[in-house]
């Protein structure tokens, strides 16, 4: 295609109909004979003229009929008919616009936009695009998002299957992208061919919350990539552990707010009283700790410094058995056997290995410049070669717990990128595979999970404006969390076979898409609908393989069974259950 030649430059014997209705986003239009609609299909691509020059309105077919009506050719004129009226059929189409094609706008030829600025008139003409004409189309389209140094390639559009399917990465990122599709519709494939070619790039910003350990095998590795887990009962006594790819999440780093969650029973009626007492304990230990630093005075009671709880919980207890003078002897203090079943279940925490990565916490991680090196393990720091992005496996954290573990870990990353300095803010994103496990539609009242997913409804409202990026991977779209989905400006969705989550998924499209998601339980394994502002035509795109895969692979059971040798092995699945670790 030489460069300024008009892609969508018709012959009027081309057109294949006129538009007889239109309204603001749609139209319908009659079809010439029968072999023309017979070549039609629906999500069929057109081009329909526009009433300003050089201009094309581009339409999509959602809808192919014959529609019967009167011929007002057989009657004669002026007179009315006394025969029976003669009838005639119609062949129409249903159009929703999707944009306008602009064949010179500025200094630029072959301009496609979203917006339709003026919406066609009755008896306008109406093209098929195919052929050279849709590959140009297409690969203009993605010409914008091709043109920078490391473009986002997802695979090829199933309309044409020569032209590469691109997106715009700055806008997947910045306004935020969910990620949807049943087991075995092949998301896993989607979020590595994603996350590949983030890793090529060389500044690259991220972190992969892995829920089943799906990403954190040998086949899932690569320059760019960096994999830690969080600590298990066995890492417990280990030094050093963030050199070695283990993550503690210390308590200190809670907020007072996510302390309660974790550790108060509101149903207790000492609950207010012990609720006080923790959060004075808990700032009497924080002002301890920085006595005599630059940080003296100027802490709060959510300030990320290291106490300890045991000193805290040992305070808590004489407050409970405390016992003061009295007129004639001595009398139970005013906090007397108030605080017995909120010390009981804080010593039960400090005594559980499971909560190990939590409270079980050694030297290193009760120093205040451990958070330095965490902060910079998580989100990179002036070294190019920090910058990478990072799989952290949580398949090894308790359910009950898991919610407001990861929050913990998504909030310390917005509140990090909020506090620094606006010139020196590096962009992050994070990818939350199973999103539906902790970024939750919650009815139940649930702490723990609630204060968790605070942190994930703030980043979706405003992490965009401290660079945090937000990309939601779920096989169960309707029991993720609403505010959060409806932040999320792009759609990559495969197959969904469950009706409530295909209908999730159509009320956050457009309405003028029609009927683009009605074959969501229909495509094929790999095959997505792409929508969004990282993509600006609606597309159905056939997703390339990555090179680098997570073991996500559905299980051959049948193939399996077949087997003569069975390579089962229960002792070392029970040694790791009764370890609680596979390390």
């Known amino acids: 295609m030489a460069k300024g030649n008009n892609i969508l430059n018709y012959s009027s014997g081309e057109s294949i109909g006129t538009i007889v209705s239109v309204d603001t986003g749609m139209a319908l239009a009659n079809i010439g004979n029968d072999a023309q609609l017979s070549k039609l299909q629906v999500n069929q691509l057109l081009a329909i003229k526009s009433p300003r020059p050089g201009r094309h309105i581009i339409g999509m077919i959602v809808k192919i009929f014959r529609k019967q009506g009167v011929d007002l050719d057989d009657f004669d004129n002026g007179e009315e008919a006394n025969s029976e009226i003669a009838t005639k059929a119609f062949n129409q ?6 944009g306008e094609f602009i064949d010179k706008y500025g200094k630029h030829s072959n301009v496609f936009r979203r917006n339709v600025t003026a919406v066609p008139s009755v008896d306008a003409a109406c093209y098929k695009i195919e052929g050279d004409r849709l590959s140009n189309l297409m690969k203009t389209i993605s010409s914008g998002a091709a043109a920078v140094d490391h ?31 049943s087991t075995g519709s092949g998301k896993s494939y989607c979020v590595a061919r994603i996350v590949e070619q983030m890793a090529d ?32 009962p066995s890492d417990l006594d280990k030094t050093d552990k963030l050199n070695k790819g283990v993550l503690m999440i210390p308590y200190w780093l809670l907020t007072y707010e996510e302390m309660q969650a974790l550790l108060l029973d509101r149903s207790d009626q000492n609950a207010p009283n012990q609720a006080m007492l923790l959060s004075q304990q808990v700032l009497k230990g924080k002002e301890a700790s920085v006595a005599e630093s630059p940080f003296e005075g100027k802490i709060t009671l959510d300030s990320p410094v290291p106490y300890d709880l045991s000193v805290v919980l040992n305070e808590l207890k004489r407050l409970d058995e405390e016992r003061v003078a009295g007129a004639r002897s001595d009398k139970a203090g005013p906090y007397n056997g108030k ?10 925490k400090l005594d559980d290995k499971r909560m190990g990565f939590m409270f079980s916490i050694n030297n290193d991680e009760k120093k205040s410049e451990w958070l330095n090196s965490f902060a910079a393990v998580l989100m990179g ?58 970024v939750q539609q919650i009815e139940a009242g649930d702490s723990v999970a609630e204060i968790g997913l605070k942190s994930f409804e703030r980043i979706a409202k405003e992490g965009r404006k401290y660079g945090v990026g937000l990309v939601i991977i779920s096989q169960r779209p309707s029991e993720v969390n609403r505010t959060v989905l409806s932040q999320c400006n792009n759609f990559i969705s495969l197959r969904l076979t469950n009706v409530e989550d295909q209908n999730v998924i159509k009320r956050m499209l457009p309405d003028n898409l029609g009927n683009i998601a009605d074959n969501l339980s229909l495509l094929d394994v790999g095959e997505a609908i792409v929508v969004g502002d990282a993509i600006l035509l609606p597309s159905k795109i056939k997703i390339d393989k990555p090179g680098i895969c997570p073991s996500s692979t559905t299980v051959p059971f049948w193939e399996i069974w077949s087997k003569v040798e069975s390579e089962q092995d229960l002792d070392v699945a029970i040694d790791n259950m009764i370890k609680q670790s596979k390390v």
């Open 93 to 98: 189409i249903k159009i929703v616009f999707i």
């Open 151 to 181: 473009p986002l390639s997802l695979g090829k559009y199933t309309m044409d299957e020569s032209s590469e399917a691109f997106l715009d990465g700055d806008k997947f990122f910045q306004r935020h992208a969910a990620i949807v599709g």
């Open 201 to 232: 790039l060389p500044n690259a910003n991220a972190i992969l919350f892995d829920l089943h350990g799906e990403y954190s095998t040998e086949t899932f590795k690569k320059e760019g990539i960096e994999h830690y887990r969080i600590a298990t």
């Open 339 to 348: 605080l017995t079943r909120f010390n009981q279940r804080l010593q039960n």
């Open 381 to 438: 720091n002036e070294d190019i070669k920090k910058n990478k992005i990072k799989v952290i496996d949580f398949s090894e954290v308790p359910s009950d717990v898991l919610p407001l573990v990861i929050g913990l870990v998504a909030r310390l990353v917005f509140t990090i990128q909020q506090w620094c300095d606006e010139t020196k803010r590096h962009p992050i994103a994070l990818l939350c595979d199973e999103a539906h496990l902790y």
